[in-house]
């Protein structure tokens, strides 16, 4: 009888097979309010939806709530997509969300998006761009609420770090629809004093909070700033269009202050240690020129300059020696040169020549007595002449009748040529 | 606005910077590096001087008509 009533096991399964089946309810687009939301340790969450007249269980497992870029709270409106099935030992049906964003915020996500690909592109996050931050301000402008927590941190901070620095507030409205052209106009003012860094920014809260500081003129205002821009808007995980356009982001207000301003006690201690510097380098060429004059005075010759004398001395007798030899082999020359002369200039003398020639003469004469043909006419020899006076020394050379002339020793004898009688003289 | 009566507290500690490179780098004559050292240390005495007499800046607030005013944060 009772086996045609069946479990509740099997009638859940059932209900479960046929959600499951069903495609609509594979992927579905949820609006709805949070509500009784409770994260569980395990990271999982739990929570139902719920609209004016209706509710809905609802859970995100951890590894998808990770990826959730807001808190979710009771009483937020949130844009859901996930699948329904059934949770078969409560039998109640649930939605499994995948993907959870802030309702209203879905499209501001994407004029986000969109927006900052847009200045991106146009190069308005371009690093070349980023203004450095100075070191050591003097005076510093701030555009925030005149009130609330960012500008109580921001000046806490400065006068913590560096109370020498001026501050000068801009006070603007930081949320609502009037509030992108009030931080314009303030960045524009700040922009007509004489500061050395404008922090800009505000304190936490949500994406619509801070999307004034998503707007496209405020990024404009603090690209077109000449002083250089801190931006601090919201929390650390909170990242605006103003962000990515300022000069330097800071996580926080307090963070920004930190930025802006350097740590008067590192400072001190930093001046403090450029002076020892300075001092050790003075030392170290104080005594780099000490040991430079020590070692020339060392030297040997401040030490005893007579040796330089000495060498001097020594050289200069070298130099005597070498000049007296100079000289001596010069005047020897000289004088060879001069009896060489001399000898010549007797040798060539006139009175010398003279006598010589006259000795050389009367060699002369003797040797010409000696060989005189006349002398011959002494020991009764004698030349026969013809007409023309040239000695005749043949027979050949005179003919009958000539008329020819014998030499004697003491004249000569016209004669006539009577005979020629040929007789070889043998000798 | 108080304007600035002395080369800013940056530039200062800029020149001290290189100042001291210098020295350091050591291939300055001696009567350089005497000059150059004096001088640092006037920056040094001018520094810690800003340092040390803090006359806490006052705090002010643009108002809506241009003019200044102090401004101190209710803790």
Same mark, same amino acid.
């Given at each position: 009888?009772?086996?045609?009533?069946?479990?509740?096991?099997?009638?859940?399964?059932?209900?479960?097979?046929?959600?499951?089946?069903?495609?609509?309810?594979?992927?579905?687009?949820?609006?709805?309010?949070?509500?009784?939301?409770?994260?569980?340790?395990?990271?999982?969450?739990?929570?139902?939806?719920?609209?004016?007249?209706?509710?809905?269980?609802?859970?995100?497992?951890?590894?998808?709530?990770?990826?959730?870029?807001?808190?979710?709270?009771?009483?937020?409106?949130?844009?859901?997509?996930?699948?329904?099935?059934?949770?078969?030992?409560?039998?109640?049906?649930?939605?499994?969300?995948?993907?959870?964003?802030?309702?209203?915020?879905?499209?501001?996500?994407?004029?986000?998006?969109?927006?900052?690909?847009?200045?991106?592109?146009?190069?308005?996050?371009?690093?070349?761009?980023?203004?450095?931050?100075?070191?050591?301000?003097?005076?510093?402008?701030?555009?925030?609420?005149?009130?609330?927590?960012?500008?109580?941190?921001?000046?806490?901070?400065?006068?913590?770090?560096?109370?020498?620095?001026?501050?000068?507030?801009?006070?603007?409205?930081?949320?609502?629809?009037?509030?992108?052209?009030?931080?314009?106009?303030?960045?524009?003012?700040?922009?007509?004093?004489?500061?050395?860094?404008?922090?800009?920014?505000?304190?936490?809260?949500?994406?619509?909070?801070?999307?004034?500081?998503?707007?496209?003129?405020?990024?404009?205002?603090?690209?077109?700033?000449?002083?250089?821009?801190?931006?601090?808007?919201?929390?650390?995980?909170?990242?605006?269009?103003?962000?990515?356009?300022?000069?330097?982001?800071?996580?926080?207000?307090?963070?920004?202050?930190?930025?802006?301003?350097?740590?008067?006690?590192?400072?001190?201690?930093?001046?403090?240690?450029?002076?020892?510097?300075?001092?050790?380098?003075?030392?170290?060429?104080?005594?780099?020129?000490?040991?430079?004059?020590?070692?020339?005075?060392?030297?040997?010759?401040?030490?005893?300059?007579?040796?330089?004398?000495?060498?001097?001395?020594?050289?200069?007798?070298?130099?005597?020696?070498?000049?007296?030899?100079?000289?001596?082999?010069?005047?020897?020359?000289?004088?060879?040169?001069?009896?060489?002369?001399?000898?010549?200039?007797?040798?060539?003398?006139?009175?010398?020549?003279?006598?010589?020639?006259?000795?050389?003469?009367?060699?002369?004469?003797?040797?010409?007595?000696?060989?005189?043909?006349?002398?011959?006419?002494?020991?009764?020899?004698?030349?026969?002449?013809?007409?023309?006076?040239?000695?005749?020394?043949?027979?050949?050379?005179?003919?009958?009748?000539?008329?020819?002339?014998?030499?004697?020793?003491?004249?000569?004898?016209?004669?006539?040529?009577?005979?020629?009688?040929?007789?070889?003289?043998?000798? | 606005?108080?304007? #600035? /009566?002395? %080369? &800013?507290?940056?530039?200062?500690? $800029? !020149?001290?910077?290189?100042?001291?490179?210098?020295? *350091?780098?050591?291939?300055?004559?001696?009567?350089?590096?005497? #000059? /150059?050292? %004096? &001088?640092?240390?006037?920056?040094? $005495? !001018?520094?810690?001087?800003?340092?040390?007499?803090? *006359?806490?800046?006052?705090?002010?607030?643009?108002?809506?008509?241009?003019?200044?005013?102090?401004?101190?944060?209710?803790?």
């Amino acid at each position: 009888m009772n086996n045609k009533y069946l479990t509740v096991s099997v009638i859940n399964r059932y209900l479960k097979d046929q959600f499951d089946r069903n495609e609509h309810l594979r992927t579905v687009f949820l609006k709805g309010e949070i509500s009784n939301f409770k994260g569980h340790t395990t990271g999982h969450l739990y929570f139902s939806l719920k609209d004016e007249n209706s509710r809905i269980n609802a859970i995100m497992f951890a590894s998808n709530a990770k990826k959730l870029k807001f808190v979710p709270a009771d009483g937020k409106k949130v844009l859901v997509t996930g699948r329904i099935s059934i949770y078969e030992a409560t039998g109640s049906y649930q939605i499994y969300v995948d993907d959870m964003q802030e309702d209203g915020v879905g499209n501001l996500y994407l004029a986000f998006e969109k927006l900052k690909a847009d200045l991106e592109k146009e190069g308005l996050f371009d690093q070349k761009y980023k203004k450095p931050i100075p070191k050591y301000p003097n005076r510093i402008g701030i555009v925030t609420a005149p009130t609330g927590a960012a500008i109580r941190d921001i000046l806490s901070t400065i006068k913590r770090r560096y109370p020498i620095c001026q501050t000068l507030l801009f006070p603007c409205l930081v949320q609502g629809e009037y509030a992108a052209d009030d931080i314009v106009r303030n960045i524009e003012l700040a922009n007509t004093y004489d500061l050395d860094v404008l922090i800009v920014g505000r304190g936490g809260g949500s994406i619509e909070d801070l999307w004034s500081f998503n707007e496209e003129k405020v990024a404009r205002a603090i690209f077109a700033s000449r002083i250089p821009i801190i931006s601090a808007v919201g929390h650390e995980i909170d990242f605006t269009i103003a962000d990515f356009v300022a000069d330097l982001r800071a996580p926080t207000p307090t963070g920004a202050a930190e930025m802006a301003v350097p740590n008067l006690t590192d400072l001190s201690k930093y001046i403090n240690q450029l002076s020892i510097r300075s001092k050790e380098a003075m030392i170290k060429q104080v005594n780099y020129q000490k040991l430079r004059l020590d070692s020339i005075k060392s030297s040997y010759i401040l030490k005893s300059p007579m040796i330089m004398f000495d060498n001097r001395k020594q050289k200069l007798d070298i130099l005597v020696d070498k000049l007296n030899i100079n000289i001596l082999n010069k005047t020897k020359i000289y004088r060879q040169k001069i009896n060489h002369l001399k000898s010549n200039y007797l040798l060539n003398n006139p009175k010398e020549l003279y006598s010589d020639y006259v000795t050389n003469l009367a060699n002369l004469l003797d040797k010409l007595e000696l060989v005189n043909p006349l002398h011959v006419l002494k020991r009764g020899y004698s030349v026969t002449y013809n007409q023309s006076n040239k000695v005749i020394g043949s027979i050949k050379k005179v003919k009958k009748d000539d008329l020819v002339k014998i030499r004697l020793v003491d004249g000569y004898v016209e004669s006539k040529v009577i005979e020629i009688v040929k007789e070889v003289y043998n000798g | 606005m108080a304007k #600035e /009566k002395e %080369t &800013k507290f940056e530039d200062k500690i $800029k !020149e001290l910077e290189t100042i001291i490179n210098e020295l *350091e780098s050591g291939d300055i004559d001696l009567e350089a590096s005497i #000059e /150059k050292y %004096t &001088k640092a240390m006037k920056l040094v $005495k !001018e520094c810690d001087d800003k340092l040390k007499n803090i *006359e806490e800046q006052v705090n002010k607030i643009v108002k809506e008509n241009g003019e200044l005013e102090n401004f101190t944060v209710e803790e």
